[in-house]
């Protein structure tokens, strides 16, 4: 049973534009949801984090997206540069879990020069 | 400040041969997790160690155990390794003050089971 899914694979943007990477969720115990990037042989570097009480989240190009009613989130990047190309995993944490993060697949991000 | 480090970063071991990885957290964090990445798994949490007690427990056999020391520093063993268990093992520390808490990944270790 997947709880967190990131149902593209793959996205390939142009440098400067926006990239848009969506995650979506099960649990409804879920309350706090993060974004790593990840290289290949790394281990995920954070990148930005949203509570369930709020519905957005900034940091510099980095904005997260929390839409509690659809399950649904979105980390945007904007401009897109092309050492933003990575892998990015959506990762979830429910109240009461400690610190166990539930991930999805991931989203392989290209940004093209 | 320094970030999680872990070791050894590769590995090769036979099957039905022991393991043991160690992870060093980032100063002052107390706890630590640790995370198998595979091909076709994906990211699954293993355990989680809090003032070295076993605080959460993710859905792998017995074979998988770990421990934290008084300094935070957490290893993790896998004995009777099975060609399966060929992953990516990452550890990620947090300090543990709120449930806003991030947790930071360390480089990983590649364990190679042939």
């Known amino acids: 049973d997947q709880q967190v899914k990131q149902n593209s694979p793959s996205l390939s943007v142009q440098e400067g534009r926006i990239s848009i990477l969506n995650c979506d969720y099960t649990n409804s115990m879920f309350d706090y949801f993060l974004w790593y990037k990840k290289y290949p042989a790394e281990g995920p570097t954070f990148l930005i984090s949203?509570?369930?009480?709020?519905d957005k989240n900034e940091d510099g190009r980095f904005t997260v997206f929390l839409n509690k009613s659809a399950k649904h989130l979105s980390l945007h990047i904007v401009p897109s540069q092309p050492g933003d190309s990575a892998v990015y995993f959506c990762a979830a944490r429910r109240s009461g879990s400690a610190r166990q993060l539930t991930f999805g697949s991931g989203t392989q991000l290209t940004v093209l020069p | 400040k320094a970030g999680v480090t872990q070791t050894p970063r590769y590995l090769i071991k036979t099957r039905g041969q022991q393991v043991t990885l160690s992870c060093s957290p980032i100063s002052g964090h107390r706890s630590v997790s640790w995370y198998q990445q595979t091909p076709g798994q994906g990211l699954q949490f293993l355990f989680e160690?809090?003032?070295?007690?076993?605080?959460n427990k993710g859905n792998f056999p017995g074979r998988f155990s770990g421990r934290q020391f008084s300094n935070s520093r957490s290893e993790m063993n896998v004995s009777t390794l099975e060609l399966g268990d060929s992953a990516l093992y990452l550890c990620a520390s947090s300090r543990d003050r709120g449930y806003q808490e991030t947790q930071y990944f360390g480089p990983g270790t590649r364990l190679l089971v042939l």
């Open positions: 160690y809090f003032s070295e007690t076993q605080r």
């Open positions: 949203i509570s369930s009480i709020k």
